[in-house]
């Protein structure tokens, strides 16, 4: 059982330039999210999906774009980097009944230079 | 809206001390809390969550908090440290959905 997986684990890019972060759960949850973690900040919430086909705005997204086509998979894609989306990117997942503990994956570390 | 404040960013311990990392939360209604605990180069882990009912929940690797209504109040505790607890630890309030408000998190450094 692998849990969250994201991939891949580090990324430098330069500005400009646009990418994809996967992510995938393999725990049929239904719901789905990305958040950012900025030293002192927390973890911020991007997108989030509560199924396949349902995406929608968290507190800080713009820049980035979500789809969900299945269940299993939840991508970021960062259409033209900025230095101020280096951070660290975490993509969590739970069943949709109202809060359910969340699991984590390990994170893709990005630097936009 | 909603959210959490972890007043200490850093909380020191000797091993076999007890510990406490504060957290307050603001919200309306009732609340919906977490914990969870962050080792390092991993992603986050949960520890446990309030909902309703007893006001001291028990929850992983020996962890529990004290919820405080009218001091809106959430704060973690283990009777004895261990320098394996050393990690940054997040509280979070829920929201609709499984929304998840963080605060800003409080690194543990527990000594020998």
């Known amino acids: 059982n692998a849990g969250v997986t994201q991939t891949p684990k580090f990324q430098v890019l330069k500005t400009g330039q646009s990418m994809t972060l996967q992510c995938a759960q393999d725990m049929n949850h239904e719901y789905m999210s990305w958040y950012r973690q900025d030293p002192g900040m927390g973890l911020r919430l991007i997108h989030y999906s509560v199924g396949a086909g349902i995406t929608d705005q968290g507190e800080v997204p713009n820049g980035y774009n979500v789809s969900r086509s299945t269940t299993e998979d939840f991508p970021l894609r960062l259409l033209s980097a900025a230095p101020s989306q280096t951070s660290v990117y975490f993509c969590a997942s739970s069943y949709t009944n109202d809060n359910q503990p969340q699991h984590f994956g390990d994170g893709t570390r990005l630097s936009i230079l | 809206a909603q959210s959490v404040a972890q007043p200490e960013d850093q909380v020191n311990v000797a091993e076999g001390n007890p510990l406490t990392v504060k957290c307050t939360y603001s919200v309306s209604g009732n609340p919906y809390l977490f914990w969870y605990v962050q080792y390092p180069n991993r992603g986050l882990q949960f520890l446990l969550k309030?909902?309703?009912?007893?006001?001291l929940v028990k929850g992983s690797y020996g962890f529990e908090a004290e919820f405080n209504k009218s001091q809106t109040s959430f704060h973690l505790k283990k009777p004895s440290a261990l320098v394996s607890d050393s990690a940054l630890y997040f509280c979070?309030?829920?929201?609709?959905?499984?929304?998840?408000?963080f605060g800003g998190g409080t690194r543990l450094m527990v000594k020998p």
């Open positions: 309030y909902i309703t009912g007893d006001n």
């Open positions: 979070a309030v829920g929201g609709a959905g499984n929304m998840l408000t």
